[in-house]
């Protein structure tokens, strides 16, 4: 990993577009994570767990796909899949209760 303070820049897809919302900002810094999370913006608070699950749904087939794309005679990516999945049930039920720093945002 660099050592540097490195940002990532915002997707060209969204450029023009009428609505666009920053869910999520996730940082490594001295080995520790730092998150800011747009909170409550389900208009059931019920159904936001659920939202979030797709959201990371999502990013785990972005990085599957971003991934394959990387390192193209690598695994496969239903293996990717599954090691992404792996870690995930690993973090969760064996990692720190909070890791880091959460900033949490709403409007």
Same mark, same amino acid.
């Given at each position: #990993?660099?050592?540097?303070? +490195? ?15 920053? #869910?999520?900002?996730? &940082? ?22 659920? #939202? &979030? ?37 690993? +973090? ?12 949490? #945002?709403?409007?």
């Amino acid at each position: #990993m660099s050592t540097e303070k +490195r940002e990532l820049k915002s997707p060209p897809s969204i450029e023009g577009t009428d609505t666009a919302q920053e #869910m999520i900002r996730f &940082w490594i810094a001295d080995n520790t994570d730092h998150v800011s999370l747009r909170v409550g913006e389900a208009a059931d608070p019920a159904t936001e767990p659920t #939202m &979030w699950g797709f959201i990371l749904g999502d990013i785990a087939k972005h990085v599957t796909d971003a991934f394959k794309d990387h390192h193209p005679d690598g695994p496969e990516k239903e293996e990717i899949i599954k090691e992404i999945v792996t870690g995930f049930l690993n +973090r969760i039920q064996f990692g720190p209760k909070s890791p880091g720093d959460v900033q949490k #945002m709403g409007d």
